[in-house]
């Protein structure tokens, strides 16, 4: 099972950015997606969460600006972020809970990240 990530970019603070993650590769069905951000010198951080329902949550950071979503036909997730700020630059990892057969147990997969950088 692989994750791709793509999306990132250069933005202006208040702009926009959509962020995808595809998985491919030996796959039944994928439950909770993870996004997460990463900022130079920091750990990484829980940003917001999507389970297989459509149930979301978010960081309070995140509230009110991102938005997840996915499509479980296409094994895929987006992560919308607008009114972008200086404090969101860092590199967005998906992280996604895999079933690879019916009767397998969940295995988590990261994709290889994405840099986002606002500028003020």
């Known amino acids: 099972v692989q994750l791709q990530a793509s999306g990132g970019g250069l933005v202006q603070a208040g702009g926009s950015l959509r962020l995808s993650c595809i998985a491919s590769?030996?796959?039944?069905?994928?439950?909770?997606m993870r996004w997460y951000r990463q900022a130079a010198g920091n750990s990484r951080e829980l940003v917001g969460i999507?389970?297989?329902?459509?149930?979301?949550s978010y960081v309070d950071s995140a509230k009110g600006r991102f938005t997840i979503s996915r499509d479980n036909a296409r094994n895929m997730g987006d992560l919308q972020m607008n009114s972008l700020k200086p404090e969101d630059t860092g590199v967005y990892y998906c992280?996604?809970?895999?079933?690879?057969?019916?009767?397998?147990?969940?295995?988590?997969?990261w994709g290889q990240g994405t840099q986002v950088t606002v500028s003020s």
């Open positions: 992280n996604v809970a895999v079933k690879r057969s019916l009767g397998d147990t969940w295995s988590t997969y």
């Open positions: 999507i389970d297989s329902l459509g149930a979301t």
């Open positions: 590769g030996s796959i039944f069905t994928i439950g909770t």
